[in-house]
């Protein structure tokens, strides 16, 4: 996982409420072997629309999406952080995220922007008018900040969240923090417990 201090960047208005990680990726998209190339899945069943807002030009290359409430409800598959992630986006912004869709995206480095409902339905509008408006992402300050509507919001961030997008730790790497512990472990164990080779 890559550090992630902040994020700037323009936004897409997903103006839907309740969109679950089958809508984000569809079933289908799951028997696929490899973790790479869930970008095309990405709301693939609604991208059929030629109106859908990410099929509109003002808004392709943004980085950060702007969703309604209850963004990531469902089951808990990661392949929704995947294709969110693989389609160019770095953070979400929403007033209420699934529990386990919050989880997968702190540990694969998706940040989730969590905002009162009224900043929400005002970043959404403000979006629809100016696809050019710049959103920032502040992981460190725990800030989200939009210069063009003088707005400047904290959201929540637990510290040891914090703490790993800021150092780019994944489970593995917050693991290999203690590599000198646990080889130093391994060095006593008795020879006659078992063994994983």
């Known amino acids: 996982m890559e550090a992630v ?15 679950d990680t089958d809508q984000i990726i569809p ?8 973790r ?13 629309d030629r109106d859908f807002v990410l099929n509109q030009e003002p808004y392709q290359g943004a980085t950060v ?3 309604g409430e209850n963004f990531g409800t469902g089951s808990s ?18 007033p209420r995220f699934g529990d386990i869709f919050r989880n997968n995206a702190t ?12 900043v929400g339905r005002q970043l959404l509008d403000a979006l629809v008018a100016d696809p050019t408006l710049e959103l920032i992402v502040d992981v460190e300050l725990r800030v989200l900040e ?6 400047v919001v ?9 703490h790993r997008f800021l150092h780019g730790l994944d489970d593995i790497g917050l693991t290999l923090q203690h590599e000198a512990e646990i080889t130093a472990y391994e060095q006593q164990r008795p020879a006659w417990m078992p063994v994983i080779a």
């Open 107 to 118: 540990k694969n480095g998706l940040v989730p922007v969590e905002v009162s409902a009224e």
């Open 5 to 19: 201090r902040v994020i700037t960047g323009r936004g897409v208005p997903l103006d839907r409420s309740d969109v």
């Open 146 to 151: 939009v210069p063009g509507l003088d707005l």
């Open 65 to 67: 999406l702007v969703a």
């Open 154 to 162: 904290d959201f929540p961030l637990d510290d040891a969240v914090r």
């Open 36 to 48: 790479t190339g869930f970008e095309a899945g990405l709301f693939s069943e609604w991208r059929d």
């Open 77 to 94: 598959r990661e392949h929704a952080v995947w294709a969110i992630q693989q389609y160019g986006f770095a953070a979400v912004v929403s």
């Open 27 to 34: 079933s289908d998209w799951l028997k696929r072997v490899e």
